[in-house]
């Protein structure tokens, strides 16, 4: 059903908030679930409750640090609902969105069957059977944080399936029977994760175990504190292609540079410093300020462009002079768009002057 997440007014120190999310398809009926955990943190969480809903009813929550609703007969402006909740400072972050059709079961009901190894805390992942036939079935793994490249093994015990057809992941199967995904570039809309069809006794099918390998660069992802960078962002700083970090660093690079953003907003600026000076080219998402391509320097700026890269962020490539050890970026910093009527670069600012 997609969903976008809009923080609006605030107010009793945080704790108080007015939130709007847009949906790509409204479903009457269906179970939105707005799940703060990973974005606010448990701790900030302990309180949160709705006590109010427009464009959709409010249903009880599946767990704390979370919001569930049920669509309404017809949208809001936008096509959205939007609600006022108390007791949790949830942060400028998006929650993960959870949806579930009518009739199909919703959140953490989902997966209560299926066993899920701690290796797969940071994707999120939640099993379940969406059609069942004389000798196949159909599931779903919603995944609350999709990672492109990361691998979800989901075996069955004794139980061998034939995989037939995988959607948003490419899928093989093992000598033991499980079957192996490998995240695409996006999650499937409908189902917000990946989907698999399979030839085998049906009856097992509602209590597979899942195991997960993060991608390369999700492991590397450093996130932003919030002082930093209040558009919220994460980088990783990884060598291009399958060179290891050492061989990458004996030769120079290059190094590949991904920032994600959470709240996106052109001509917004991002300042990079690393360790090494190191130079930049060819960014994606963003341009670069200052010096021409290939200088090097300590610190670099980017201008956030119109729209941001696949991975709602932008990626730079970077290259350092050899040295034993990778280079670091040791911090990242944001500064919002500049003001409409306010100074240009370069221009004087007298202090204690009137704006």
Known sequence: LGGRFSLGQVW?????FRARVVMAVWRPNAQVTLDFRESAGQANLAGLAASN????????????GSIRVALGAAPGPGNSFSIIAHGGNVG???????????????????????????????????????????????????IGHWQPGAQVVVSYG????QLLN?????????????LAFTLGASADPEYNGLTFTVRGNADAAS????????SAVAAATVQVPAAACGLG???SLLPEGETPPEAAAAKGGPWRVRVRVHRWEPLARLDLTFSPAMSLSGADGARLLGGAPGDASSVHSLELGPHPDSLHGISVLARAPPAAAPPQLIRLTCRPPPRAGGPEDGAKVVAGAPE
Not at 207 to 214: D, E, I, K, Q, Y
């Open 158 to 161: 004794t139980f061998k399936p």
């Open 12 to 16: 009793s120190g945080g704790g108080s």
């Open 166 to 178: 995988a959607w948003s992941a490419t899928g093989s199967s093992a000598e033991d029977g499980s």
């Open 207 to 214: 209590a597979p175990a899942l195991r997960c390998t993060a």
């Open 233 to 235: 962002a994460s980088y």
């Open 53 to 64: 809903a427009e464009g959709a009813t409010l249903q009880k929550s599946p767990y704390t």
């Open 92 to 142: 400028h972050r998006p929650p993960q969105i959870l949806c579930s059709l009518p009739g199909a079961a919703a959140g953490p009901t989902a997966v209560e069957a299926a066993e899920i190894d701690a290796s797969c805390a940071p994707l999120s992942p939640l099993y379940r059977v969406l059609n069942a036939w004389q000798g196949g079935f159909k599931a779903a793994v919603a």
